[in-house]
C-alpha cells in the first residue's frame, strides 16, 4: 500500500483515554492547528436543545455546534488540566478554531481544557485522566503507601515492645521461685 503524506499537522491515534489527535509536525505556539466544526444547533428549538452529547462545544447560550460529524477530527482532542492549546470561539460567526498555546512536537497529544461545565458533569464523576491529574494521583498513591508502612512500622515496634515487657515479667516471676503456678514454701 503506497504510503500517503498529510499536509497537515496532526493524526488520530490512541491515547490514554481512548483516542486522540497528535502533532505529526511540529506546531509553533499561537498557530491554528484545526478547527471544530458540525451543525450549529439552536437551544430555542426543544428537538434541538434535547441533544445530548460529548461532542457539544456552547458557543454562546442560544448556539451550539454538534461535533459528532465523523469528518470532525477535532473532536478527538482530549481534555487536559494543563493544555498545549487552547479554542478560539467566534460565536459571532458560529466558528470554533483549536490554537496552539505552546510549541508542541511531533508525537505529542494536542489537548485542551474543556471547561467547567464540561469537567463537572462528564470529568469529575469517572475522575480526570490527563497527565498532570495523573501525576497527581500517582504521588499521593505513593504518599499514602509511605503513611501506611510508617503506621505498619510504629505498630510492629510498639507491639515487639509490649512483648519485651511481657518477657521481662515472666522472667521475674521464675526469679521469685514460682514453678508450675507453685510458690515454694
Known amino acids: 500500500m503506497p504510503v500517503i503524506s498529510s499536509n497537515k499537522p496532526y493524526r488520530v491515534g490512541r491515547s490514554k483515554t481512548g483516542l486522540g489527535l497528535f502533532a505529526t ?8 492547528i484545526i478547527r471544530y466544526f458540525g451543525p450549529i444547533l439552536d437551544s430555542r428549538i426543544p428537538e434541538q436543545d434535547d441533544i445530548e452529547n460529548k461532542y457539544l462545544f456552547e458557543l454562546n447560550g442560544r448556539w451550539t455546534i454538534d461535533g459528532s460529524v465523523r469528518k470532525n477530527l477535532a473532536r478527538y482532542i482530549n481534555h487536559s488540566c494543563r493544555p498545549n492549546a487552547e479554542s478560539d470561539v467566534r460565536p459571532r460567526e458560529r466558528k470554533v478554531y ?31 485522566k490527563c497527565a498532570s491529574c495523573e501525576k497527581k494521583r500517582k504521588k499521593l498513591r505513593a504518599e499514602a503507601r ?27 516471676g521464675h526469679a521469685n521461685g514460682k514453678a508450675n503456678g507453685r510458690a515454694r514454701a
Open 25 to 32: 509536525k511540529p506546531i509553533k505556539k499561537g498557530t491554528r
Open 98 to 128: 483549536i490554537r496552539a498555546i505552546k510549541n508542541i512536537e511531533p508525537g505529542d497529544e494536542i489537548n485542551y481544557d474543556y471547561g467547567t461545565d464540561y469537567f463537572k458533569a462528564y470529568l469529575k464523576p469517572i475522575g480526570c
Open 146 to 172: 509511605t503513611e501506611r508502612a510508617k503506621v505498619k512500622a510504629r505498630a510492629e515496634r510498639k507491639a515487639k515492645k509490649a512483648g519485651a515487657k511481657n518477657g521481662a515479667k515472666k522472667l521475674n
